[in-house]
């Protein structure tokens, strides 16, 4: 992990717990992967030694998941964040369709596997980092966050959320913003609509039988208004859990966290108005495993 708090990719996530291709897993959540032959396997999360929170950010190609991910992150203490774009598989692994179009938006394109074992592994060490135990327990409940475009259509997670977001934005938005966006390799002409809005609509069809809550993002909103109402939601979420809001360590004068934090609502609407300092309380104090 990066010591300021940055996104957490794979090589990083390397450096501080070493990939093993299956983790030790001592299980607490249970996760349910369907084999080829249509039997259920059973998947363990390891259990933490504190409580953990989960967030999943889904959500349509250039919907603003990395984005709001690392906003995000910008924010809640003790944050990690685990992206599904850093387990394509490499080109000459990926299926081509009758067109000749490379089959990328599909899970089958994912190493999903290599995935769920970073996932383990940050489990195993939740939050951890190189900083002093002290500092660590000082920053409270340690948070991931797994963003991606194809998370809710892959069962095995199905455990692990704490809360779910979906971000989606129009057809010729996001259109726009892939054209902008240079992959590798780079989208050939007629990919978006021959390939990638197709299999986005597929994947969408297949979350209808989703039966947690999703919560629905318009990813054309700002982005500080996305990180605004997640953050609330967030707050919320483990105020809730937890059954109490704890220590705020306040930047300044002891005032509560939201009179200090700037953080003004307008119409049901906040607004972030200060810069980082602003959020830096601790949403909750970890727990000791007999409370998880
Ligand atoms: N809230 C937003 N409003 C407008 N543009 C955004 C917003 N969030 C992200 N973007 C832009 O959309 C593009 C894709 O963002 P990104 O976060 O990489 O999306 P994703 O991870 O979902 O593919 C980038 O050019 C980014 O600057
Ligand atoms: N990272 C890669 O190896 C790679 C290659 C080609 C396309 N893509 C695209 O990445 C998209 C998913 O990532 P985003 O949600 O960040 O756009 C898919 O729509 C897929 O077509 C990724």
Redesign the pocket.
């Known amino acids: 992990m990066k010591a300021g708090g940055g996104l957490l990719r794979l090589g990083e996530l390397q450096a501080v717990v070493p990939l093993r291709p299956t983790c030790v897993l001592f299980g607490a959540r249970l996760g349910r992967t369907q084999t080829r032959s249509g039997n259920i396997k059973k998947t363990w999360f390891p259990k933490p030694i504190m409580k953990t929170f989960v967030i999943g950010i889904g959500?349509?190609?250039?919907?603003?998941?990395?984005?709001?991910a690392k906003n995000l992150q910008k924010h809640l203490p003790n944050c990690s964040i685990i992206s599904q774009d850093d387990f394509f598989k490499p080109e000459s692994e990926i299926d081509k369709d009758e067109n000749g179009f490379l089959q990328y938006d599909v899970l089958e394109a994912l190493n999903m596997e290599k995935m769920m074992s970073a996932v383990s592994c940050w489990m195993e060490k939740p939050g951890h980092s190189a900083g002093p135990a002290a500092l660590e327990s000082a920053k409270g409940v340690p948070i991931l966050i797994i963003?991606g475009?194809l998370l809710f259509n892959y069962k095995p997670l199905d455990s692990i959320w704490n809360r779910s977001y979906f971000?989606t934005i129009p057809y010729e938005e996001c259109k726009r913003?892939r054209s902008?966006?240079v992959y590798e390799p780079p989208d050939p002409p007629g990919y978006f609509d021959g390939h990638v809005w197709p299999m986005y609509l597929k994947h969408r069809q297949a979350m209808d039988t989703i039966t947690w809550e999703i919560v629905y993002l318009d990813?054309?909103?700002?982005?500080e208004d996305?990180v605004s109402q997640v953050y609330e939601d967030v707050k919320q979420e483990l105020e809730k859990q937890n059954g109490k809001y704890c220590s705020f360590k306040p930047d300044g004068g002891g005032k509560s966290n939201l009179e200090n934090s700037s953080l003004h609502s307008k119409n049901g609407v906040h607004k972030c108005q200060h810069g980082e300092t602003a959020f830096t309380h601790s949403l909750l104090e970890n727990k000791s495993e007999s409370e998880i």
């Open positions: 959500g349509v190609t250039n919907g603003g998941k990395t984005t709001l963003e475009f971000l913003r902008t966006r990813g054309t909103r700002s982005e996305l």
